[in-house]
C-alpha cells in the first residue's frame, strides 16, 4: 500500500451537500483526477462535537472513481492503520461489529420518505458524466430485491478500487452499491433503513436483464447491516468476492419482508 501523502488528499470539513468542504464536493474533486498508482483519499475530518449528519438533498451523491479510499481521518500515529489499501498496508483493525457506532452519518431521508417503497423503484440508473446528473430508465417495480440500484447512498460504478469505511449510512434505498466494478473493499461500516435492492449490493448489471462478468473480488466485512429491503446482494455476475464477519438483523416490522 501506498503512503498517504503519495495521494490527493480530500478532507471533508462541512456537513452541507455542497461546496468547499463538503463531501459532494471532494467526490466530484476525486473523480476529476481519480488516484493512479496509489489512492486518493476523501477524508472526514470534523472538529466538535459528534455525530457529524451530512443530509443529503437534491440528487443522490455522484458516483466514485477509484482507486479511492473513503473514510475517517488517520490517527497521526495509529499502532496500525485503520484502514487497508491507502493508509499503510497494514491489516485493519475491526470494532467489534454490533458496537459499531460512527460518528459520521450520511442521511438520506430528504431523498427518500421512510417506509414508502414507491420511493425506491426498481430502475436502470445511471450517471451522466457529462450533465453531473443520476438518469434513469426502465423504471418498474419497487420495494426490496428490485432490478437495478436506484437511490444509493454511495455508489461505484464502472469502476475499481475504493474503499470505504468507519460511517454510518442511513435512509437511501440502498446503503453502498457497486456496478461492474471490482476490487472494492467495504467495512466496518454501519448499513440501517434502505429500502430497495439491498442494504449493500454488488451487481454486475444495471438493472437490465442481463449480467456480466465485471463484478469481482469485492468485499464487504465486519459490517452492521440493519432492517434493510434486503441484506446485502453479490448478484448478477458477480464472482470471487467475499462477505465476512457482518451482523445482520431485523429490528423492527419493514413494509415488506427484507433481509434476504
Known sequence: ???????????VTSTSDSGPGSLRQAILDNNAAPGTSAPNVIEFAFTGTPPFVIRVQGQFLPPLKGPVVVGMKADPAPATPAGGR??????????????LAPTVVLDGSALVKPRVLSD???????????SHRWEASDVRGDGPNVRGYYGAGLAV??????????????DFCAGVATVRSHDVYIHDMKIVDHQGAAGVIFTGDDGHSVSTGLSYNNRL???LLLDNGDGFEFTRGTHDSLLQGNYIARTQPLPEDGNA
Open 1 to 11: 500500500g501506498a503512503a498517504v501523502s503519495d495521494a490527493a488528499v480530500f478532507p
Open 86 to 99: 491507502g493508509r499503510g498496508g497494514a491489516p485493519p483493525v475491526h470494532v467489534a461489529v454490533t458496537e
Open 120 to 130: 425506491c423503484p426498481g430502475a436502470t440508473f445511471n450517471y451522466n458524466w457529462e
Open 157 to 170: 460504478q464502472d469502476s475499481h478500487d475504493v474503499e470505504i469505511s468507519g460511517i454510518e449510512i442511513r
Open 221 to 223: 466485512v465486519n459490517s
